[in-house]
């Protein structure tokens, strides 16, 4: 199993920042690791579908974003240290949300790290 574990989450002020990361350690059944997975960063905010906020390739080559945090969030990763990070500046109230790290495949997920960004 391929097991993620964000972290990074908390509380800020709008216009603060915040780093999410998410670890990964293991292989699948089929014996895939973290590295031959195009990963991606998710949110669900109270009330809402859970979307996806950016996404990278395995290579990290090819990187895309929702428009609502384009120019705000970068998303990147280190496959030798398993590592996919978020980086969120210029926060805003509508990124709070729970937000999650998982192959783009949506078979892998992490248990979320809360953000709230206050107004």
């Known amino acids: 199993q391929l097991r993620l574990v964000e972290s990074g989450g908390g509380s800020v002020q709008t216009g603060g920042s915040l780093n999410l990361s998410c670890e990964a350690s293991?292989?699948?059944?089929?014996?895939?690791?973290?590295?031959?997975?195009?990963m991606g960063w998710f949110r669900q905010a109270p009330g809402k579908a859970r979307e996806l906020v950016a996404g990278?390739?395995?290579?990290?080559?090819?990187?895309h974003y929702v428009d609502s945090v384009k120019g705000r969030f970068t998303i990147s990763r280190d496959n030798a240290k398993n590592t996919m990070y978020l980086q969120m500046n210029n926060l805003k109230p509508e990124d709070t949300a729970v937000y999650y790290c998982?192959?783009?495949?949506?078979?892998?997920w992490g248990q979320g790290t809360q953000v709230t960004v206050a107004s």
């Open positions: 998982a192959d783009m495949e949506r078979a892998n």
């Open positions: 293991g292989r699948t059944i089929e014996g895939r690791t973290f590295s031959d997975y195009s």
């Open positions: 990278i390739s395995w290579s990290g080559g090819s990187i």
